[in-house]
């Protein structure tokens, strides 16, 4: 009969802190072409960074923070939107 080894546990990630990135990400309900992109970003005083690669409908732009949030509450076209934050992880156990 042999010794089975021991399991390792199993290393847990932890956030160690969040820093804004100075992007707002807007996830929208289809996808819109380069222009209705540009337009949008016109509308709200934004500037067009990119589209996500993986999730089409959403796009990154850099925005005039102080009156956004208000605007794009009243925007039927959006569905969700939220600051972009940098996130630090720690391996512990």
């Known amino acids: 009969m042999t010794k089975k080894a021991k399991k390792k546990p199993l290393s847990r990630v932890k956030m ?3 820093e804004e ?3 707002f990400a807007v996830r929208f309900i289809r996808k819109l072409t380069k222009a209705e992109l540009l337009d949008f970003a ?3 005083d ?3 960074i ?3 690669t993986y999730v089409p409908e959403e796009a990154t ?4 923070f102080k009156a956004l949030a208000q605007r ?3 925007n039927m076209d959006v569905d969700l939107a939220w600051a972009e934050t940098k996130q630090r ?3 512990g156990v």
């Open 72 to 74: 794009l509450a009243y």
């Open 46 to 48: 934004l500037k067009l």
């Open 16 to 18: 160690t802190g969040v």
């Open 21 to 23: 990135t100075g992007t």
């Open 50 to 52: 990119c589209r996500d």
């Open 42 to 44: 016109k509308t709200y």
């Open 89 to 91: 992880y720690k391996k």
């Open 61 to 64: 732009f850099v925005p005039n």
